[in-house]
């Protein structure tokens, strides 16, 4: 076996010379590293077009969509709705640099949403909404250090990129390089569902810790659900040494369910996250993000209080009406149809990886959904590192080469939206035998 990339079956012309003008310009051709196929192989598609669960690249290929960019269309490409919320929005201006009638729409509906969170910033990335919860959780309790877990990601924060998931787990990086050491140093990164580590390091160090920020069910290095009891031992620590709770719902809020994680999970026997982390399915599709949380806390952000936080862009009149007729529009029929369209995927990845003696095992929260090419349960980002990415990438190729694009990682959740119907669940179905027998290497050449 040499770690050469298998040999395609068809060409991507077009992608491959838009990738190499975007290489020259633009570090590695992409704006967010893992859309490039580092881990994977081959070129990234480029694409031209979107509609409901289906994409369209450069080359006129379709795809059904099962990355629907990294959770955001979870109505599917150009909802109606959506689509005419922004084109009525634009004729009224792009962007006022003042207050608007939609932030306010926006704030009120996340807020009558999770039922902890009485008052939101809204920011322009789910970055930001992470970076200013911890500058907020520091300001509120003065000091300095921040709790993280192993495979967690929070976005490019300095002080988060300790052991991050998603694209630093994709390219094996442990750290990234211009974090200063200063930075990381504040920095404690324990295993995830691990309580007695959790608490081992609170007995130490508890009253220096202002935050421990988890995600509220990790799905950047694939999904890894707190094991029974975890979130409540996080709320009963922290409280009992005067740390906040920030829980990063950037993925699955409002897409595990209405309420994210939260709306499963619901308030832990010691009580609920102080600060809550927003993003991708709250703008729609668009720059929108937020963070939120007790009143008493929020209160300390300028101009109330001595916190500052701010942003050009921040509750954009574009962005706010997406990201609010997106929320608007997931009513219970779209939680429905987003469980039915990933069981019956999953169901079949189960049935076919199985019938060639592929190990695998896929974990849920809510609708959402990953597969780790290893046998269950994951319970640690150290669990997640033993799956087989080799067989990952086959079975990758595979499906794109049959129309249907996954995430080109081995560690990130596969995403549905509710326009994902019948017929574009079938044709994921039908790429799957060809695409198991892929990953299971009895067949030489992918997509056969
Ligand atoms: C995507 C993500 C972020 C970062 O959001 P960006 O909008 O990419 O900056 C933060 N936290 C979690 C849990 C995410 O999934």
Request: aromatic fraction near 8%; hydrophobic fraction near 45%.
């Amino acid at each position: 076996m040499t770690s050469q990339p298998p040999s395609y079956p068809y060409a991507a012309p077009a992608s491959e010379a838009w990738f190499e003008r975007a290489s020259a310009v633009i570090p590695g051709g992409v704006n967010s590293p893992v859309r490039a196929f580092r881990s994977v192989g081959g070129t990234p598609r480029f694409m031209a077009s979107a509609t409901g669960p289906y994409l369209t690249d450069v080359d006129g290929r379709e795809y059904v969509d099962l990355v629907c960019s990294w959770g955001p269309m979870i109505l599917g490409h150009q909802h109606p709705t959506v689509l005419e919320a922004v084109h009525e929005a634009s004729r009224r201006g792009f962007s006022y640099g003042t207050p608007s009638e939609n932030e306010v729409l926006l704030a009120e509906a996340i807020v009558n949403r999770v039922e902890p969170v009485e008052q939101v910033r809204l920011v322009s990335s789910g970055t930001e909404a992470t970076m200013s919860a911890l500058r907020l959780a520091r300001g509120f309790t003065g000091r300095s250090v921040v709790v993280k877990f192993a495979g967690c990601y929070h976005g490019h924060v300095d002080a988060l990129l300790a052991h991050a998931g998603s694209g630093v787990a994709t390219f094996a990086l442990p750290d990234s390089a211009g974090v200063p050491a200063s930075s990381a140093g504040e920095t404690i990164v324990l295993p995830y569902n691990d309580v007695r580590a959790l608490e081992e390091t609170f007995a130490r160090r508890g009253d220096e810790v202002a935050a421990v920020i988890t995600e509220a069910a990790p799905g950047n290095m694939g999904m890894v659900p707190p094991a029974p009891g975890f979130t409540a031992a996080l709320r009963r620590t922290t409280r009992e040494h005067g740390a906040l709770l920030i829980s990063d719902e950037v993925m699955t809020g409002f897409r595990a369910s209405a309420a994210g994680w939260y709306g499963l999970e619901g308030p832990t026997v010691h009580g609920s996250p102080d600060l809550f982390t927003f993003g991708k399915v709250m703008g729609g599709g668009f720059p929108a993000a937020a963070f939120g949380g007790r009143r008493d806390v929020m209160a300390h952000l300028a101009p109330s209080g001595p916190v500052y936080q701010a942003g050009t862009l921040s509750g954009n009149p574009v962005a706010t009406a997406a990201g609010l007729a997106t929320l608007r529009g997931c009513t219970p029929a779209v939680y429905e149809r987003l469980e039915q369209a990933a069981h019956a995927i999953a169901d079949g990845v189960t049935a076919e990886l199985s019938a060639v003696g592929v190990a695998h095992t896929i974990q849920w929260a809510g609708s959402m959904f990953s597969v780790f090419f290893r046998e269950g349960p994951v319970l640690s980002y150290a669990d997640a590192q033993g799956q087989d990415t080799a067989a990952f990438g086959r079975f990758f190729h595979s499906m794109l080469s049959q129309g249907v694009h996954l995430p080109p990682s081995a560690y990130e959740c596969w995403f549905v939206s509710a326009a994902h119907d019948d017929a574009a669940v079938d044709r994921v179905l039908a790429a799957l035998p060809a695409a198991a027998r892929a990953a299971s290497a009895e067949d030489a050449r992918i997509g056969a």
